[in-house]
């Protein structure tokens, strides 16, 4: 397992546009994506994102994310030590892959491969 560290933390919201608008002032730049399905701001080598799909995804809160190298190799590994799959591996667009599993205590452990 290789990690490039945690990069990338992605928000569940029930309305994107009001999220981006508070977002935007927080961050104070405007989103590198946004579309109806995800808006994404990248700042000082940290991606935010806020996902309107997400609470359907089974997202409760905000989920960081480790860059790894093999998703599906490291979240085997992470099962095999006791984690439990939350979300399978997916395509989230462009060949970028998204997974996560929770540990013992319930904590959410994310996980993306980037194309």
Do not use: C
Not at 17 to 36: I, N
Not at 51 to 66: C, I, K, M, Q, V
């Amino acid at each position: 397992m290789s990690t490039t560290g945690l990069q990338t933390v992605i928000y569940p919201v029930h309305d994107a546009e009001a999220s981006k608008v508070l977002f935007t002032r927080l961050l104070g730049v405007e989103p590198t994506t946004d579309t109806a399905d995800y808006v994404g701001y990248d700042l000082a080598g940290q991606h935010i994102g806020l996902d309107p799909h997400g609470h359907a995804r089974g997202l409760t809160e905000p989920t960081s994310y480790w860059h790894v190298d093999d998703i599906r190799g490291t979240m085997a590994a992470l099962v095999e030590r006791g984690a439990m799959e939350q979300q399978a591996v997916v395509d989230v667009g462009g060949g970028r892959l998204l997974g996560s599993v929770s540990d013992a205590d319930g904590n959410v452990i994310g996980l993306i491969q980037s194309p």
